[in-house]
């Protein structure tokens, strides 16, 4: 089992910011595509943002594209979700997911959950109106 840990959730008004951070440890596997994935109440578990092993290519759904950004510290092996303009709708827990490279010959990432080998806990993410 390789730890992911998220942290950073909170609860924020809305049309405000906060920013998730995700740590995967680098022990077993040196790199990986990364991804957030979100679930509200009484709603499944849906792709947010995913950014390749490179740090290169970014997607996001279409809901958040243009307010969250997806970016990764490498010194520090840290993925963050920088999330602006936050919406009631955006209130749900946050997942950090990771999969580990098993390609070097591509830059690549996944948009789907059952791409992703290994989970955090989630955090919590609630927004006001």
């Known amino acids: 089992q390789v730890p992911v840990i998220e942290s950073g959730g909170g609860l924020v008004q809305a049309g405000g910011s906060l920013r998730l951070s995700c740590i995967v440890s680098?022990?077993?596997?040196?790199?990986?595509?990364m991804g957030w994935f979100r679930q509200a109440p009484g709603k499944e578990r849906e792709f947010v943002a995913a950014?390749?092993?490179?740090?290169?290519?970014?997607h996001y759904r279409e809901s958040v594209r243009g307010r969250f950004n997806i970016f990764e510290d490498s010194p520090n092996l840290t993925v963050y979700l920088q999330m602006n303009n936050l919406k009631p709708e955006d209130t749900a827990i946050y997942y950090c997911?990771?999969?580990?490279?098993?390609?070097?010959?591509?830059?690549?990432?996944?948009?789907?959950?059952?791409?992703?080998?290994?989970w955090g806990q989630g955090t919590q993410v609630t927004v006001s109106s």
């Open positions: 680098r022990r077993t596997f040196p790199s990986y595509a």
């Open positions: 997911a990771a999969d580990p490279v098993t390609d070097y010959s591509r830059d690549y990432y996944y948009t789907g959950q059952s791409d992703y080998d290994y």
């Open positions: 950014i390749s092993w490179r740090g290169d290519r970014s």
